[in-house]
């Protein structure tokens, strides 16, 4: 009776035992699965690469939420809906949109003044979804439909020939 | 003659409606004399508008294509009269969502001189499908019922796909609105003789030709012509006098008890529906040359002081249509291009008469809805849908801008025939809120589409100039190799010259 008892309390321990000691070599050895978490941050976000949260695009900056505690609250195109649903998604205090030095974009498009264009591809350069078109001196155009209203090709242009106009 | 049938698959909900088209049938199909002046949309269909092929002081003549559609779905656009165009610009139309559309406005001569008709007349049994629904494009010939679908884009679509039936459409289930019963009345002849092209264009070989039971006359009539026609493809079906029982999904249900599936079409239970209007007028096209120029049109109401039926040409205003019928009575209070329960509530009678102008209603404020009040959940509007949804459920969510939901409840299938809106004791404009409802999950999945593509374009962009960077990298090393490898050799070279240029 006592052997029974015995012999049934010892495998149960050491059947604990051993997967106590797997969990905690696969804790220690596997990597956090942070992937899935940032491409779900990131489905959140609303894609516009402006980089007005000072991350060079919206994965970026997602990465940096999950892997760098980033505050989550740096994204105006989002909107403060974006924060709240960040908030939900990763359980933390949903903030108030921090609005400094950044504005809005409200579906807006960015329109190159064609005539005026030199053909510098400085703008080619900075557009983060390759939706301007163009080559060295030779005019340059943006695709509207790919537009993401970022504003980040304005600022590069040596003649001012960029100007953003309502995509509707 | 075939006698009508009864075997019918059953309509959920669905409300039994007050007629209310007496009034506008006591008299004949009244013509309407040609205006003055013609406002022609060019967008009097779904889809993309038609473009313009004459020009500002061209002469046209009645039949005359105005405008052209370049291949895109579409429909062209005929001259209903003789006369100059003396305009191509914005006017105020009658479109159901919509604002000022580029219109060709006709001054007419009052000549009414017509092209040469029996050019365009075609002989269509010796053509094929497609040579015929081709014929069919050219007469501008689109969805009388409301919907103004180009037909031959609708019948090119139906031939891809395995058909056994075509339904005509004779069932007007909407109160007021008697432009197709007087169609059947007066011209069922044409309406057959349509069917019978159509199922030349469709290769189908059973027609039914669904009537609504509160239309004694136009079924006797149409009983008539068929027997003088004797073509056993061609069968008569009764339905029950219930709204929505004219709406596309739900004839095809009561006639061939076949559901249409969520988000299809009829063409996937293997049928056509087609209006009665738009049968008579394919037939008038194929047979008459007579290309699609004017309709049949309700006036009716408790505003108006002789309703009656009309038949005017397309671009004539509503404000001349309400003369003709003796002008607005004292209790005229709104006017609803349409019909009670689908129509819209217009401000201005300054409209042109459209190819989806079925019906045009001048009400009495009796009519208004009531004030509205909260939800009380009692679940009269699910029992009324006609697709089975939970109106009540819907609302709610579209209340909370819940976009899953609303898709889960399968907002989208809505057809937004208004009877809940009428059963509603709390006089929620249940419709209403779906429609702006519909208009937001389709922006929001917009958006998303939008945010998906520019989320690839910068991966890939990036991926482009991680690579770029790497070749660029992997050349320079390549380059730093070779010198190293090279370098020594030579610079002992170029020491060996210069040492040899000095020894001579």
Redesign the interface.
Known sequence: MFSTVLIAVSIITGIALVAGLLLGYADRQLPANSDSLVASV?DLL????CAQCGYP???PYAKAIIESDEAINLCPPGGQETVDKLATLLGRESLKLLEENSMPMNQSVAVIEENLCIGCTHCRDAC????IVGAHQMMHTIIAA?C?GCELCIAPCPVDCISMVSAA | MSAPTFDLGKLHGGLRLEGRKAASTALEVQVLPVPSQLILPLTQHVGDQANPIVGIGEKVLKGQMIAKTDGSLSAPLHAPSSGQVVAIERWPVSRRYGEPAPCIVIECDGEDNAVDLSASIVDYKPLSPDELLAQILRGGIVGLGGAVFPTAQKLMQAITAPLEYLILNGVECEPYISCDDMLMREHADDVLQGALILMHALQVDKCYVAIESDKPEALSKMSEALSVIDDARLVLKLVPTIYPSGGEDQLVQLVTNREVPSGGLPTDVACVVQNVGTSAAIYRWINHGKPLISRITTISGDGIAQPMNVSAPFGTTIADIVKFAGGYTDRADQLIIGGQMTGKSVTTDDVPLVKATNSILVLSELHAPGEELPCIRCGECAAVCPIQLQPQQLFWYACADNEKQLREHGLIDCIECGCCDLVCPSHIPLTADFRTAKGRIRELADEKA??????A??????ERLEMEKQNRDDELQSQKQAVKKTGPQAIQDILDRTNKDKED
């Open positions: 990131n609303p894609q516009t690469q695009g919206c994965k983060p979804v390759d939706a790919e993401t | 939008r945010a998906e593509r520019a989320r374009r910068f991966e890939s962009r990036n």
